[in-house]
C-alpha cells in the first residue's frame, strides 16, 4: 500500500518533471484561479470583520412618542432587557436629550431656547453587547419597532447593511470568477495529463500486457494532475504573500480608511489549508478525467 | 518436478545458471492438473472491416513445453493470431482456450491476471526508455506481488541468463538492438510464464544475432516454457527446425 503510493508519487513526480514545460501550464491556471480565489476571500474577510466589529460597537436608539404611556415604556424596557445581546439599557427623557443637546451642540442652543416646545423624543439607549451578530441586532430592532409607544429605532443599520451587501458581492464574484478559472484549470490539468498520457501511451501498452491492474497504471496520472494542483495552489498562496507584503505600507493606510481593522492580515489557516486541498482535488479530477482514457 | 541442469548446459558460456534454480517456467509445470494443450484454437475468425477476415475459421493446437513457429506471408494474420492470444483483440467466432482458461469468459481483472501468466516479446522490443535494462524486467514482477528480496534475485537471475547483467543499469537507448530484444527477453521470462508469445522477435536484427535471439528462445522452450514465435523469415525456421505453423489469407494450409 505505502509501497504502491511511493510508487505512484515518484512516477507522477518524475513526468511532472520530464513534461515540465506542460505542467507549468496548468500549474500557473492553477494558481491564477487559485490567487483569483485567494484574493477575494482576502478581501472579503476583512469587510466581514469591519462588520462584526461595527455591528458590536453599535448602539441602538429606541425614541418613543410623546403621548406613549408608562406602561407601553416599560414594556418596552422589559423587552430590551429580556434581550441576551443587550448589555445596558439607559433611559433618556425628553429633559435630558434636550441638556444633552445643548451640551453637543452650543452654537444650536439659542434656537432650543427660543422654542415653546422641546422637540426632542425621550429614548432608551442600548448598549449591545459584544457577541452578537448584525442578524440578531436587526431582529430586535424589527421587533422592538413594531410595539407600542415606539416612534423610531435608530442603528447604524444603513451602513451596516451596505457592508454587509458589499462584502457578499466581494464574496459572489470571487466565486463566480474563480468558479470559472477553476474550471478552466481542470481543463488544462486534463489536457496536459492526457499529453503525458499520450507521450506514454507505448509504457501503457506494455504495463498492459504484462497484466498491470488499472488502479497501478492510472494511479501515477491522478497523482501527476494532484502534484500540479497542490504546487499551483502553493504558487498562488506565496505570490499573493509576497503581494500583500510589498504592497503593505500603502494597503494599511487604505485600509485604515476602510475597514475598522487595525491591519491587513493574511488569510487564515483554514483558507491556506482550504486552497491547497481544493488545487489538489481540482488536479486530481482532472488527472482521473485524463485517465479515464485507460481501460 | 524435471531438473533445469539438463536442460540448461547449452549455456555454459553464459555461465549464467544459478543455484537458485532454472529461470524458466518450468517449476510451475509441476502440477498434474493442468491439461497437455496449452494454446487450443478452435473455428477462430477475426474480421477487422465487414468482408474482410483477418482470420479464418482457423483450429490448432499447440501443446504443452512445444516451440512452434508461426508463420506465412504478410497479412497472412500472424499479428492478429497473437493479438487475440494476449487478449489485445477479440475473436469474431470460435473459440480459444489458453492453458485450459477460455479467453472469451474473461472479465478485466481476469485479463490483468491471465496476462501475467504470459510472456511476449515483441519487433520493436517494447521497452521502457526512461527505466532502466533492471526496472524494465523487475517492472513485470512487481505485480505480481512478489517479496521484493525474491524480485531482485529473480530479475538478476534472468539478466544474466541472457548475458546482461553487467547492464542492468543501463539505459535501452544505449543498448544495441540485440541487446535490447535480450533485455525483453529476460523480462518475457522473469514471471516464469507458461507460455510466450513473440512476434517477429527478430525482424529488426541481422541474421547472426537472429540465430542468437533463437537460441535464446529454445533455451526457454528447453527449461520447459511453451514458444510460440511469429516469423516470416524460412530461413531461420529452417535453421531453428521446429513445428512450424503456416498462415496465409487468414486460414492454417500447413499444420506439421
Ligand atoms: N487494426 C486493424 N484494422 C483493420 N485491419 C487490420 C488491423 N490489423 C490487421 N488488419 C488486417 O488484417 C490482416 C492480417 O494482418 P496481420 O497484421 O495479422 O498480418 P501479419 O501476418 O502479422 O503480417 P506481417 O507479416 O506483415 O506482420 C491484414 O489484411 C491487415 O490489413
Ligand atoms: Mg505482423
Same mark, same amino acid.
Given at each position: 500500500?505505502?509501497?504502491?503510493?511511493?510508487?505512484?508519487?515518484?512516477?507522477?513526480?518524475?513526468?511532472?518533471?520530464?513534461?515540465?514545460?506542460?505542467?507549468?501550464?496548468?500549474?500557473?491556471?492553477?494558481?491564477?484561479?487559485?490567487?483569483?480565489?485567494?484574493?477575494?476571500?482576502?478581501?472579503?474577510?476583512?469587510?466581514?470583520?469591519?462588520?462584526?466589529?461595527?455591528?458590536?460597537?453599535?448602539?441602538?436608539?429606541?425614541?418613543?412618542?410623546?403621548?406613549?404611556?408608562?406602561?407601553?415604556?416599560?414594556?418596552?424596557?422589559?423587552?430590551?432587557?429580556?434581550?441576551?445581546?443587550?448589555?445596558?439599557?439607559?433611559?433618556?427623557?425628553?429633559?435630558?436629550?434636550?441638556?444633552?443637546?445643548?451640551?453637543?451642540?452650543?452654537?444650536?442652543?439659542?434656537?432650543?431656547?427660543?422654542?415653546?416646545?422641546?422637540?426632542?423624543?425621550?429614548?432608551?439607549?442600548?448598549?449591545?453587547?459584544?457577541?452578537?451578530?448584525?442578524?440578531?441586532?436587526?431582529?430586535?430592532?424589527?421587533?422592538?419597532?413594531?410595539?407600542?409607544?415606539?416612534?423610531?429605532?435608530?442603528?447604524?443599520?444603513?451602513?451596516?447593511?451596505?457592508?454587509?451587501?458589499?462584502?457578499?458581492?466581494?464574496?459572489?464574484?470571487?466565486?463566480?470568477?474563480?468558479?470559472?478559472?477553476?474550471?478552466?484549470?481542470?481543463?488544462?490539468?486534463?489536457?496536459?495529463?492526457?499529453?503525458?498520457?499520450?507521450?506514454?501511451?507505448?509504457?501503457?501498452?506494455?504495463?498492459?500486457?504484462?497484466?498491470?491492474?488499472?488502479?497501478?497504471?492510472?494511479?501515477?496520472?491522478?497523482?501527476?494532475?494532484?502534484?500540479?494542483?497542490?504546487?499551483?495552489?502553493?504558487?498562488?498562496?506565496?505570490?499573493?504573500?509576497?503581494?500583500?507584503?510589498?504592497?503593505?505600507?500603502?494597503?494599511?493606510?487604505?485600509?485604515?480608511?476602510?475597514?475598522?481593522?487595525?491591519?491587513?492580515?493574511?488569510?487564515?489557516?483554514?483558507?491556506?489549508?482550504?486552497?491547497?486541498?481544493?488545487?489538489?482535488?481540482?488536479?486530481?479530477?482532472?488527472?482521473?478525467?485524463?485517465?479515464?482514457?485507460?481501460? | 518436478?524435471?531438473?533445469?541442469?539438463?536442460?540448461?548446459?547449452? #549455456?555454459?558460456? +553464459? %555461465?549464467?545458471?544459478?543455484?537458485?534454480?532454472? *529461470?524458466? =517456467? !518450468? $517449476?510451475?509445470?509441476?502440477?498434474?492438473?493442468?491439461?497437455?494443450?496449452?494454446?487450443?484454437?478452435?473455428?477462430?475468425?477475426?474480421?477487422?472491416?465487414?468482408?474482410?477476415?483477418?482470420?479464418?475459421?482457423?483450429?490448432? #493446437?499447440?501443446? +504443452? %513445453?512445444?516451440?512452434?513457429?508461426?508463420?506465412? *506471408?504478410? =497479412? !497472412? $494474420?500472424?499479428?492478429?493470431?497473437?493479438?487475440?492470444?494476449?487478449?489485445?483483440?477479440?475473436?469474431?467466432?470460435?473459440?480459444?482456450?489458453?492453458?485450459?482458461?477460455?479467453?472469451?469468459?474473461?472479465?478485466?481483472?481476469?485479463?490483468?491476471?491471465?496476462?501475467?501468466?504470459?510472456?511476449?516479446?515483441?519487433?520493436?522490443?517494447?521497452?521502457?526508455?526512461?527505466?532502466?535494462?533492471?526496472?524494465?524486467?523487475?517492472?513485470?514482477?512487481?505485480?505480481?506481488?512478489?517479496?521484493?528480496?525474491?524480485?531482485?534475485?529473480?530479475?538478476?537471475?534472468?539478466?544474466?541468463?541472457?548475458?546482461?547483467?553487467?547492464?542492468?543499469?543501463?539505459?535501452?537507448?544505449?543498448?544495441?538492438?540485440?541487446?535490447?530484444?535480450?533485455?525483453?527477453?529476460?523480462?518475457?521470462?522473469?514471471?516464469?510464464?507458461?507460455?510466450?508469445?513473440?512476434?517477429?522477435?527478430?525482424?529488426?536484427?541481422?541474421?547472426?544475432?537472429?540465430?542468437?535471439?533463437?537460441?535464446?528462445?529454445?533455451?526457454?522452450?528447453?527449461?520447459?516454457?511453451?514458444?510460440?514465435?511469429?516469423?516470416?523469415?524460412?530461413?531461420?525456421?529452417?535453421?531453428?527446425?521446429?513445428?512450424?505453423?503456416?498462415?496465409?489469407?487468414?486460414?492454417?494450409?500447413?499444420?506439421?
Amino acid at each position: 500500500m505505502i509501497a504502491g503510493l511511493t510508487y505512484f508519487v515518484t512516477e507522477a513526480w518524475a513526468s511532472v518533471w520530464r513534461g515540465r514545460s506542460a505542467a507549468i501550464l496548468s500549474v500557473l491556471t492553477i494558481a491564477i484561479a487559485a490567487f483569483v480565489l485567494g484574493l477575494f476571500l482576502l478581501v472579503a474577510g476583512h469587510v466581514q470583520r469591519t462588520v462584526d466589529q461595527w455591528s458590536r460597537s453599535a448602539e441602538l436608539s429606541v425614541y418613543l412618542r410623546d403621548e406613549s404611556t408608562d406602561g407601553e415604556r416599560a414594556a418596552v424596557r422589559n423587552v430590551l432587557r429580556a434581550t441576551p445581546s443587550v448589555a445596558a439599557v439607559e433611559f433618556v427623557s425628553k429633559t435630558a436629550a434636550l441638556a444633552r443637546f445643548r451640551k453637543n451642540f452650543p452654537e444650536l442652543a439659542p434656537a432650543t431656547d427660543s422654542a415653546a416646545d422641546n422637540p426632542l423624543p425621550a429614548s432608551f439607549e442600548v448598549r449591545l453587547g459584544s457577541d452578537q451578530s448584525a442578524a440578531a441586532v436587526e431582529r430586535l430592532s424589527a421587533r422592538v419597532s413594531r410595539m407600542a409607544g415606539v416612534a423610531d429605532v435608530r442603528y447604524d443599520r444603513r451602513w451596516l447593511d451596505r457592508l454587509v451587501s458589499l462584502g457578499n458581492f466581494v464574496r459572489w464574484t470571487g466565486l463566480l470568477l474563480a468558479g470559472v478559472l477553476v474550471l478552466a484549470a481542470a481543463l488544462t490539468v486534463t489536457n496536459v495529463v492526457r499529453l503525458s498520457l499520450y507521450a506514454r501511451r507505448d509504457e501503457i501498452e506494455i504495463m498492459e500486457l504484462v497484466g498491470a491492474p488499472l488502479s497501478f497504471i492510472r494511479g501515477p496520472f491522478v497523482c501527476e494532475g494532484m502534484i500540479q494542483g497542490g504546487l499551483g495552489a502553493v504558487v498562488a498562496l506565496a505570490l499573493l504573500r509576497v503581494a500583500l507584503t510589498l504592497s503593505a505600507p500603502r494597503l494599511s493606510a487604505l485600509a485604515a480608511g476602510l475597514f475598522e481593522v487595525g491591519r491587513i492580515e493574511f488569510l487564515s489557516g483554514l483558507s491556506v489549508a482550504g486552497l491547497i486541498v481544493g488545487g489538489m482535488a481540482v488536479g486530481c479530477l482532472g488527472g482521473l478525467v485524463a485517465s479515464r482514457r485507460i481501460h | 518436478m524435471r531438473s533445469c541442469a539438463a536442460s540448461w548446459n547449452a #549455456r555454459e558460456r +553464459r %555461465g549464467a545458471i544459478l543455484a537458485a534454480g532454472c *529461470p524458466t =517456467g !518450468a $517449476g510451475t509445470l509441476s502440477s498434474a492438473a493442468r491439461p497437455n494443450t496449452v494454446i487450443e484454437i478452435d473455428g477462430l475468425s477475426k474480421r477487422y472491416a465487414r468482408e474482410v477476415f483477418a482470420l479464418h475459421d482457423v483450429t490448432m #493446437r499447440v501443446g +504443452r %513445453g512445444e516451440f512452434a513457429f508461426l508463420t506465412g *506471408p504478410s =497479412g !497472412a $494474420g500472424k499479428t492478429t493470431l497473437l493479438r487475440i492470444l494476449l487478449r489485445q483483440e477479440v475473436p469474431t467466432a470460435g473459440r480459444v482456450l489458453v492453458d485450459g482458461r477460455d479467453l472469451a469468459a474473461l472479465g478485466p481483472a481476469d485479463v490483468q491476471r491471465y496476462r501475467r501468466t504470459l510472456g511476449f516479446v515483441f519487433q520493436d522490443f517494447k521497452l521502457i526508455p526512461r527505466k532502466t535494462v533492471f526496472e524494465n524486467v523487475i517492472f513485470a514482477l512487481r505485480i505480481l506481488g512478489v517479496p521484493d528480496v525474491q524480485q531482485r534475485r529473480r530479475t538478476f537471475q534472468v539478466l544474466k541468463w541472457v548475458g546482461l547483467q553487467h547492464r542492468a543499469n543501463a539505459f535501452p537507448l544505449e543498448l544495441s538492438g540485440g541487446e535490447q530484444q535480450r533485455v525483453a527477453i529476460a523480462r518475457a521470462l522473469v514471471n516464469e510464464p507458461v507460455l510466450v508469445l513473440a512476434d517477429e522477435p527478430t525482424g529488426n536484427l541481422d541474421p547472426d544475432l537472429a540465430l542468437e535471439i533463437m537460441n535464446l528462445f529454445r533455451e526457454m522452450n528447453a527449461g520447459g516454457t511453451t514458444v510460440l514465435v511469429a516469423t516470416h523469415d524460412r530461413e531461420l525456421i529452417h535453421h531453428v527446425g521446429r513445428r512450424t505453423i503456416a498462415l496465409d489469407h487468414g486460414s492454417v494450409t500447413e499444420s506439421a
